[in-house]
């Protein structure tokens, strides 16, 4: 079309030219082009088809998915079994670590926008804070199972719709595939089964509360670097659970490890990296007399935000059940984030958070900076 509108101006302009030297008779004549039609220059720049994603801040989010409901996953994160047979965690916008029991960790997956989602797993049964977690999103929350002593009690007090993939009436929304494990690490979802689902339960899927932005998101052009250098951060959840980001200056990412493993995708084998990695502190209390089973606190505290091969010093909050996790820097102003997928970590405040300066000239090339 754009080849055409060129191709008609030139023919036009040639003929105005020609009318301008000679005339129907022969002779010449002249003509007033102070009344001519100017004509406007066709612009080359295409018009983007997608719109911000409010957990992302990234343009990639498809019009149609604007008042979508988020849908939260809880994902299997147990080692190695478990880790060798993760799906979907790339997928999704923000991934959450924090504690489940014994020291271990689970994961939930947050997504706009489900119906992009391939295969996601595996899936394991609700844990309390989780579904705070979730409701900070307006999130419907899935899980394969759930805690009855705690989890049962807290959803029936928040009043959060979540979809137990073991119950009978979710029938459909989950597989189970062959991948050499055990029965309880073979569950699996994906965002087609997610989609159909809730249309046949005729749930609520347009979003009700927290529509605005999840963080206070820059744009791509005016990305933030932090001052203080990180190449590296490794958080100790547990003594068998550490979380460690490095960063890939070509890509400007945080790849994922597991300990010393590099934590990839099942389906991709492509390794797990984030653009922004969040390290909260926070407090974890027993929910069981055994002290097993335990409760990450969503009281808010104290962290770090590293971004960019740096990081930042930050407060974060929560507040009410249906309030999201946001952060400020230090003195309570906003912090500038940079748009792109998030892993955060719910740390135990007691427990260790390295950073590393490999920079030559740094004066200290390992700090821990947990307190």
């Not at 809730?198 to 899927?205: A, E, F, Q, S």
Request: hydrophobic residues 35%.
């Amino acid at each position: 079309m754009k080849k055409s509108v060129l191709k008609i101006t030139a023919i036009t302009l040639c003929l105005i030219m020609l009318a301008f030297v000679t005339g129907c008779n022969g002779k010449e004549i002249e003509i007033d082009m102070s009344s001519a039609a100017s004509i406007a220059p066709v612009s080359s720049e295409p018009k983007s088809q997608f719109i911000i994603n409010p957990l992302t801040g990234k343009e990639t989010l498809d019009p149609a998915a604007k008042n979508n409901r988020p849908v939260a996953i809880m994902i299997n994160n147990l080692k190695p079994t478990a880790q060798e047979v993760q799906t979907g965690l790339d997928q999704a916008d923000i991934v959450y670590e924090a504690y489940a029991e014994g020291g271990i960790t689970r994961l939930l997956a947050v997504f706009k926008d489900i119906s992009k989602a391939d295969t996601i797993g595996t899936i394991r049964s609700a844990r309390y804070s989780y579904i705070d977690l979730a409701m900070g999103h307006d999130a419907v929350y899935i899980h394969a199972g759930i805690n009855s002593s705690h989890a049962t009690p807290h959803v029936k007090e928040t009043g959060i719709d979540n979809i137990n993939l073991l119950g009978g009436k979710f029938n459909g929304m989950s597989f189970r595939e062959s991948n050499g494990k055990a029965l309880e690490h073979t569950l699996y979802t994906s965002g087609e089964k997610i989609v159909n689902g809730l249309k046949k339960l005729g749930w609520r899927t347009e979003l009700k509360y927290n529509t605005e932005n999840w963080q206070n998101f820059v744009t791509d052009d005016t990305e933030v670097t932090p001052t203080d250098k990180c190449d590296s951060v490794s958080v100790t959840m547990s003594s068998g659970y550490v979380s460690t980001f490095e960063f890939d200056s070509a890509t400007k990412t945080y790849k994922k490890f597991s300990g010393s493993s590099t934590h990839k995708d099942y389906k991709s084998g492509k390794q797990l990296e984030f653009k922004n990695v969040l390290v909260l502190k926070t407090s974890v209390t027993a929910l069981s007399s055994d002290g097993y089973i335990v409760k990450t606190g969503l009281d808010g505290g104290s962290g770090y935000y590293v971004t960019n091969g740096g990081y930042t010093n930050i407060k974060w909050s929560k507040g009410s059940t249906k309030n999201p996790i946001k952060i400020t820097l230090e003195d309570g102003s906003v912090c500038p984030y940079n748009p792109g997928n998030t892993w955060v970590c719910l740390v135990n405040q007691k427990n260790s958070v390295t950073i590393k300066d490999n920079s030559p000239v740094s004066s200290t090339v390992s700090a821990t900076v947990s307190k």
